[in-house]
């Protein structure tokens, strides 16, 4: 199935075909320029920006795979979880689109656009993971972990794979998941006090390779819950880590993006610390979650999966176990269509297409998953 997929989820204004798992084209505008000067998303201005771009994104995309709308099977637009400002932008487009062309209209869950990531393939038919082959990997397990780890979201999902009626049908179990803030939230917090921008979690990693991880002792959130307890939680940390840095350095109750009090080496030291602390945090669910549910294969996806420290500690300690590990290649972990596209596939499977397209708004929840608002 040939599937035109759109993705206004957040602040990436995206659109991409895909043909069963192989990916045609992929087109992502980002539009950090539009929100920089605020130091994070606006909804409203965020809307606007999908709605001027979607219609020449969608042109280049179909350009790109020498494709007509008219070839097109079905038309899939992401439905949540996300801003609904931004996600409205999206689905009416797909709406008015899917209603011009007499198209199919797949509404796709955002986080199983993460997962889905895992099985692209390129035009060769050849993965976009280095030594992962789709669908071949279930000869031995058909269960997986994922760990997806974004500015919006923080969660260990178990996913399972299996034919029915010749068709793979995927199907999800959220076994954990953030309490308050996101992990890539938190890690935006702190880079704003720290001056360093928006967003902040590639400069804050630039920062951290020269720092001291040991410098400052900060508190691992959630590190004596019980064991069974998989969720996450940390909005604690950024109140711990800038209380650390005023004690540390005598700097008084002042917004820290205005004081001139701390060098650049400091700032190192603190950014590694607090990197460190963050990734103690995910590995340390993530390693109870392999124990709770015996699985040994894990997938790690989400905008924060491009961080090198995560993706090299996280593949050291499922290998240290005995498992597989799989990171989204870094141009498919932040958002984009590719990924919905190819969750598309196995939502058209569960038979999760549109009756009406009055039916289709922005939700929190897709019915048939068990993923969180």
């Known amino acids: ?6 993705e206004t989820s957040c602040d990436e204004t995206s659109a991409a075909v895909v043909e069963g798992n192989k990916l045609l084209s992929n087109v992502v505008w980002s539009q950090i320029k539009d929100h920089f000067r605020w130091g994070g998303v ?10 001027d771009r979607l219609p020449e994104i969608v042109s280049r995309v179909l350009n790109d795979s020498r494709l007509t709308i008219g070839e097109i099977n079905a038309i899939a637009v992401t439905v949540g979880p996300g801003l609904a400002p931004a996600l409205e932008a999206g689905i009416e487009f797909a709406k008015k689109l899917a209603l011009e062309q007499k198209k199919p209209l797949i509404p796709v869950n955002h986080l199983e656009g993460h997962i889905a990531s895992l099985f692209l393939q390129r035009k060769s038919c050849q993965p976009f993971i280095n030594n992962f082959e789709p669908f071949n990997l279930f000869n031995l397990s058909d269960h ?3 760990l997806i780890v974004s500015g919006g979201h923080t969660e ?12 793979l049908i995927m199907q999800h179990f959220l076994i954990g998941h953030t309490l308050d803030d996101a992990a890539g939230e ?3 917090k702190i880079g704003r006090e720290l001056g360093l921008g928006y967003p902040a979690g590639p400069v804050l990693e630039r920062f951290a390779k020269d720092g001291d991880p040991e410098k400052y002792k900060l508190p691992v959130p959630m590190e004596r819950s019980p064991r069974e307890n ?10 711990a880590a800038i209380q650390t840095l005023y004690k540390s350095h005598s700097i008084s109750k002042v917004s820290l993006r205005q004081t001139k009090e701390l060098s650049k080496q400091e700032i190192c030291n603190f950014c590694a610390s607090f990197q460190k602390t963050v990734i103690d945090a995910l590995l340390l669910k993530l390693k109870r979650a392999m124990t709770a549910t015996g699985l040994k ?7 924060v999966s ?33 990924m919905i596209g190819m969750a598309a596939q196995f939502s058209f499977n569960r038979g999760e297409v549109a009756r009406s397209l009055n039916e289709i708004a922005a939700i929190d929840r897709q019915p048939g998953l068990n993923f969180p608002s």
Request: proline content about 2%; overall charge positive; hydrophobic content about 40%.
């Open 1 to 6: 199935m040939i599937v035109l997929a759109i």
């Open 42 to 51: 606006v909804p409203s201005i965020a809307r606007r920006a999908h709605e």
């Open 144 to 146: 997986f972990l994922s």
């Open 156 to 167: 260990l999902v178990s996913s399972n794979l299996k034919s029915q009626n010749s068709k």
């Open 186 to 188: 938190c890690i935006d």
């Open 230 to 239: 998989l969720n996450f939680s940390f909005s604690g940390l950024k109140t």
């Open 297 to 303: 294969t894990v997938f790690l996806t989400g905008g």
């Open 306 to 338: 491009a961080n090198n420290q995560l993706r090299r500690r996280a593949g050291a300690l499922v290998r240290s176990s005995g498992g597989r590990f799989y990171a989204a290649p870094k141009k498919f972990s932040g958002d984009n269509a590719a």
